[in-house]
């Protein structure tokens, strides 16, 4: 198999390093569970640029590095050059020289292109205004085992993995760009629920179409919750302001008040429905307490799988 290698939007892998990648992170999350050492990236170094704050992506790749083996060094977009002046060209090629691997959660998509356009070693888009590729991995990785309850393709093809209807309410955003693209490549089905002129981006719409005519996946667009959150197997939201949309916070809210994801919505999906979130949650805002900490949510198994799941990336790209 050709080694991908740059991780900048979810559709540069396809269904075979989809595989490939969550039989790792399986291996790997029962090693952590087992206590086994396992250090295959002994002398290996990521730096993590970070233009925007966080939480998850900064610790679960700083500490998937040190499980691994290896080290991650925190970088400031304050504190670096860049801010100075300094390209992220030039800034590429001097990393290049000094570590392994860059992930970057970035303000803008053209950053995480330009620095990959100059670098000789793998980028990582830990974040940017389009896309989330490392939190979707995790996604679909957590659908899998709640849903289907193994990594294994074959029994993938017997549960029929177009019959997991999963359900999207709330902003067109990076989040459910790379959950659209994600679920095309599979073959799985996606319904993305929004207010008008808030819909997934229109390249992230036409490249779904291709990848699910190759995989017989399927996606729709609707704009009412009721309607969408009907018979679902999975219940998926985030927040209605992203970062660097916080000026139009006060209109976002009114404008997705009907889209919250509460137990009102919630009863229309399947009794043994599944509730996602990637966090940050604004609690009150597109979920409610009742529905965010419900025997049904598994948004913390989310959270805890984007360290297995990064790890498979990390030895994917770095090793």
């Known amino acids: ?75 400031n977009s304050q504190e670096m050059q ?9 800034t590429a090629r001097v990393l290049s020289r000094y570590v392994d691997g860059v992930m970057v959660r970035a303000n803008t998509h053209q950053d995480i292109l330009e620095l990959a356009k100059h670098s000789t070693i793998p980028i990582i888009n830990g974040l940017s205004d389009m896309e989330h590729p490392c ?11 709640n849903k289907v309850k193994s990594m294994d393709p074959a029994k993938w093809q017997k549960y029929g993995l177009n019959r997991i ?37 229109p390249w992230i719409l036409d490249k779904s179409k291709q990848l699910c005519r190759k995989s017989g996946g399927k996606f729709q667009i609707l704009h009412n919750p009721d309607e969408a959150a009907a018979e679902s197997d999975i219940l998926y939201t985030d927040v209605w302001t992203s970062m660097g949309k916080e000026k139009e916070e006060n209109a976002r809210i009114k ?15 399947k009794p043994d429905v599944l509730i996602m979130h990637d966090l ?19 948004v913390f198994d989310q959270a805890e799988n984007r360290l297995h799941v990064q790890k498979a990336v990390l030895m994917y790209l770095i090793k």
Not at 20 to 36: C, P
């Open 280 to 298: 940050p949650a604004h609690r009150g805002e597109e979920i409610t307490d009742e529905v965010m900490d419900s025997p049904n949510s598994i």
């Open 135 to 145: 939190q979707i991995l995790a996604d679909i990785f957590t659908i899998l085992e």
């Open 1 to 75: 198999m050709k080694k991908i290698k740059d991780l900048i939007s979810i559709a540069d892998l396809n269904k075979q390093e989809f595989i490939k990648l969550f039989s790792m992170a399986e291996i790997l999350k029962n090693k952590v569970k087992k206590g086994v050492r396992y250090q295959p990236l002994a002398g290996k170094t990521l730096a993590m640029i970070f233009q925007k704050p966080s939480t998850r992506t900064r610790t679960s790749f700083e500490v998937g590095m040190t499980q691994l083996g290896g080290h991650a060094i925190f970088l």
């Open 165 to 201: 209807k999963i359900t999207y309410v709330g902003d067109g955003n990076n989040v459910v760009n790379s959950l659209m693209l994600a679920t095309s490549i599979m073959g799985m089905n996606i319904t993305v629920c929004t207010p008008r002129g808030y819909e997934p981006h």
């Open 82 to 90: 860049v801010k100075r002046g300094e390209t992220f060209a030039d």
């Open 255 to 269: 404008i997705f008040k009907g889209y919250q994801l509460n137990q009102k919505l919630v009863s229309l999906a």
